[in-house]
Structure formats: structure tokens, C-alpha cells
């Protein structure tokens, strides 16, 4: 699945950088595509790092793609 329309990378491009060692957003976007254009896809990415994140610590519970951007529009 696409990820970031405006550089072309999809889920398995961000997979990647994070199995790279990418530990944040701006780190993945400097392995792939230097910085976000529109950002739409900062949340995404975000949700993706935190994934593993959660995956690599034995945490039984994964917050899907997206969540985040929606948790972060309730403050």
C-alpha cells in the first residue's frame, strides 16, 4: 500500500528504513525520500515506527494505521 504519494513509497519502503534502524520520522524520511512534502502521510509513518516499537518490547496490542492521527486531533 502506498504510504506517501508525493515520493511514491508504499508500507514495505517504511518497513524497510525501520528495519534499517530508522527510529523516527524524520530519520525514515531521509532514508527515503529527504522530508515530507504535504505531511498526510506523517501520521502513518508515526503509527508504523510506534509498531515496532510496541512489536520489538512483547506488547500484545497494536494501535492500527491511522490512530494515531485521530488521537492526536482529540486534544
Known amino acids: ?13 517504511v518497513r524497510g528504513a525501520i528495519k534499517h534502524g530508522c527510529k523516527s520520522v ?6 527515503l525520500a529527504d522530508r515530507p512534502q504535504c505531511g498526510k502521510c506523517v501520521p502513518d509513518v508515526r503509527c508504523m515506527l510506534h509498531e515496532h516499537r510496541e512489536a520489538q518490547h512483547g506488547a500484545a496490542a497494536l494501535i492500527p494505521a491511522g490512530a ?8
Open 68 to 75: 494515531f492521527a485521530e488521537m492526536e486531533g482529540a486534544d
Open 26 to 31: 524524520a530519520a525514515v524520511y531521509r532514508h
Open 1 to 13: 500500500m502506498y504510504i506517501c504519494l508525493c515520493h511514491g513509497f508504499t508500507d514495505g519502503d
